[in-house]
């Protein structure tokens, strides 16, 4: 009897998974056959889907920028000029220590998930435990697309917010200057760098650099250094050829991993760029550089002490050669058991194609829309390129400040930019290499 008990109670748990997985299997259908549609429609036409679907509801989403409550009101206050009866409660997690991915993997457990959508960042977690698991679906507005002179159909990857900057920056106080990439990884120096361990997407810069073209924008750099200069590293770079042959890199992986070696080594661990930013912009910072946001710089307020004019962006100085900083994205994703993925599309569309929809981050220099209409307006609102506007209409005599723009970034100032799909087919090797070199301490 306690045997047919046993089987019956073994059935029934079967049972119960099938149950399960079916009806999760129909929600990922629901939610993907709604994005398929949602990509051939208008913000307008998105916008009274979303009406339909979600007034008097409650909107969960999460990310890890904290804006995305910002944006919330104003997408709501958007729907209420087609419908002035429509309302809508809400809510935005932002989750500390990467725990983003924890709790969207769990959401992802359920049949009707609690959220609805994510703005979140690290292309390598994205790819492999959101992405290729089956746990967020990209959708491509149809306006956004357009703005891009393409179709949604047309684009492949992932739909990014924003691009976002760290670049290089010294205080110039002193004498000293950098010239060279090199230079900031020469002996006895420690750049402030918020550690890899904290921000993952740190990591992710590392990756990018082993790839062909950055391993490449290295080689040129060393070749530029003076002689003297080259003596320092070259013992490095042949050493590193040996693990660039076991990791298949590109015949310039060796400049890539003696780089990273030397930074890795070097750096001096921060636990934010706010704190590094306010460090570099004080006269007792003299030639100290560190690896941070751009947009930091926004908020410094200057005294007798402190002042913008106390550092430069590597990259804008004449002369200086090889990479000035690396971008990562803030992406965009509706999850695939979305208990409001129409609301969701219109969220998303809102943000990516219309200024006030990106207003939440507009504001700051080197944060750049990915939709070139938005961008282009954002510029004529704030003007990032003269330094921003102060509140009597004159610009602000900061140069450090006088943002180059996205155009500039990815060309001349050299900027790597993060690949999800590299980083992730990477992660195992390079990262593990990663993994076994030494960290810099101050103790």
């Known amino acids: 009897m306690k045997k047919l008990i046993s089987m019956v109670l073994v059935v029934c748990m079967v049972l119960a998974i099938a149950v399960s997985g079916a009806t999760r299997a129909s929600a990922e259908t629901d939610v993907k056959a709604i994005i398929a549609e949602a990509q051939n429609m208008t913000l307008e036409e998105l916008a009274k889907k979303a009406i339909e679907e979600s007034n008097g ?65 690290d292309g390598n977690q994205i790819e492999s435990k959101m992405v290729q698991t089956g746990i967020l ?74 790839e062909d073209t950055y391993a490449a924008w290295l080689r040129e750099a060393y070749e530029a250094l003076p002689a003297d200069e080259q003596a320092y590293f070259a013992p490095v770079i042949e050493e590193m050829q040996v693990d660039a042959e076991d990791l298949g890199l590109g015949e310039d992986g060796a400049y890539a991993l003696a780089w990273i070696k030397l930074w890795v080594e070097s750096y001096s661990a921060q636990t934010d760029d706010g704190p590094i930013c ?20 926004r908020s410094v307020e200057e005294s007798d002490s402190v002042s913008v004019n106390n550092i430069k962006v590597a990259a804008y100085q004449d002369g200086y050669e090889g990479i000035g900083g690396y971008g990562y994205c803030h992406y965009l994703f509706v999850t695939d058991n979305s208990p409001l993925p129409w ?63 996205y155009d500039w970034w990815t060309t001349d100032g050299k900027l790597v930019l993060e690949d999800p799909e590299y980083c992730a087919s990477v992660a195992f090797t390079v990262g593990s290499w990663i993994e076994m070199l030494d960290k810099y301490s101050a103790d």
Not at 181 to 192: I, N, Q, S, T, Y
Not at 278 to 297: C, I, M, P, R, W
Request: proline share 3%; net charge negative.
């Open 137 to 210: 679906d990209t959708f491509i507005p149809k306006d956004w697309a357009e703005a891009k002179g393409i179709t949604a159909a047309d684009y492949e990857g992932f739909l990014p917010l924003q691009t976002l900057n760290k670049v290089f920056e010294y205080n110039c106080t002193g004498d000293k200057t950098y010239d060279n990439c090199w230079d900031f990884v020469a002996e006895g120096e420690h750049g402030l760098f918020m550690d890899i361990d904290s921000e993952i997407v740190g990591k992710n810069f590392l990756y990018m650099l082993t």
């Open 278 to 297: 306010n460090t570099l912009v004080t006269d007792s910072a003299t030639d100290q550089f560190g690896l941070l946001v751009y947009s930091k710089l």
């Open 343 to 405: 609301t969701a599309c219109a969220f998303i569309a809102y943000m990516t194609c219309t200024v006030d929809g990106f207003s939440a981050w507009g504001k700051d220099m080197g944060g750049y829309s990915s939709n070139p209409t938005v961008a282009a307006d954002n510029e004529a609102k704030f003007h990032h390129m003269t330094g921003g506007m102060a509140e009597d209409g004159t610009t602000v005599a900061y140069a450090a400040k006088n943002d180059a723009g």
């Open 57 to 121: 509801k409650m909107f969960y989403g999460v990310g890890n920028s904290s804006r995305g409550k910002s944006a919330l009101p104003l997408f709501i206050a958007y729907l209420q000029t087609i419908d002035p009866n429509y309302n809508m409660e809400f809510e935005w997690q932002q989750p500390k220590n990467n725990k983003i991915f924890d709790q969207l993997t769990a959401d992802s457990l359920k049949s009707t998930g609690t959220f609805a959508m994510t703005l979140i960042q």
